[in-house]
């Protein structure tokens, strides 16, 4: 076509290509399916007549059908407006970058299983030092239990049901109730009374025979000397018992019963008296 002269435009190349291969406007139009004002419009380099955002692709599509080269010409299609073209990816470039990104791939799937997966020095345990375990001070062995009656500082003393100081009594009330632990006066013991509250316990020794009265005995729970005492009582029911220095129940005799009367009620069998 010759040497591109510096008056030439896009619309000049594209009508001279045009001319050249004996096309007309109408089977030009008609074979790019184009409207025949846009390319009246291209021809004539009027650009604001074509739809915002088309100048370029248009001017390139009758281009490359006519076979102008565009990138010879470059001076002219940069006056066209609308958004430059990006440059075409280059082949190396993009096989450097699919490089980069399975090695970066690789390496976190590494690291995330180093986090994950223990390695085999984490899971055994570490071999016992011989210098560590000479060098560890050895506690004293704990003291015997001490002989005396009398309670030592530090010392757990057992629970005996009996010992020399009296019989254990342990009373555990499940709501409140009124007690009263009151030693024979042969003893001359002191009367002991407390209001048990909610789950509150009340563990003492009584020495010598001694009599237990509560006002609400079916929510305590009494055991005497390890023995746990079955009152029968109810909710709301008094009841008495008496025991021996042992911490043993002394429930009354049954009253003898005549030939062929029914066996008496498992409350009249239980010690105590109801009111």
């Known amino acids: 076509m010759g040497a591109l002269r510096h008056d030439e435009s896009v619309g000049q190349l594209v009508r001279e290509a045009r001319e050249a291969k004996g096309l007309s406007r109408e089977d030009l139009a008609k074979e790019l399916k184009l409207p025949m004002r846009h390319l009246e419009a291209i021809e004539a380099d009027d650009w604001v007549s074509l739809p915002p955002g088309r100048p370029r692709p248009l001017a390139r599509q009758l281009a490359d059908r006519l076979g102008v080269d565009l990138e010879f010409h470059t001076g002219a299609f940069q006056i066209v407006p609308g958004v430059r073209e990006l440059d075409p990816p280059d082949p190396r470039q993009e096989r450097l970058e699919r490089v980069v990104m399975g090695i970066l791939t690789v390496a976190s799937v590494l690291v995330v299983l180093w986090l994950v997966v223990p390695g ?47 019989a254990l009594v342990s009373l555990r009330a499940m709501d409140t109730c009124n007690v009263r632990i009151e030693p024979e006066p042969s003893q001359g013991g002191q009367l002991l009374a407390r209001t048990l509250r909610v789950s509150e316990p009340w563990r003492l020794r009584v020495k010598g025979p001694f009599t237990v009265q509560l006002d609400n005995a079916g929510v305590v729970n ?40 029914p066996p008496p009620d498992d409350d009249e069998t239980e010690g105590g008296t109801k009111p």
């Open 120 to 166: 085999p020095s984490l899971g055994r345990k570490p071999a016992p030092n011989p210098l560590a375990v000479l060098s560890k001070p050895t506690l004293p062995p704990p003291p015997a239990p001490s002989a005396s009656p009398f309670p030592v500082l530090g010392e757990l003393l057992p629970e005996a049901p009996l010992n020399e100081q009296g």
């Open 222 to 261: 009494v055991e005497v000397a390890g023995r746990r005492i079955a009152h029968g009582q109810s909710v709301g029911e008094t009841w008495s018992g008496r025991f021996d220095a042992e911490g043993r129940w002394l429930q009354p005799a049954l009253p003898s019963l005549p030939e062929g009367a």
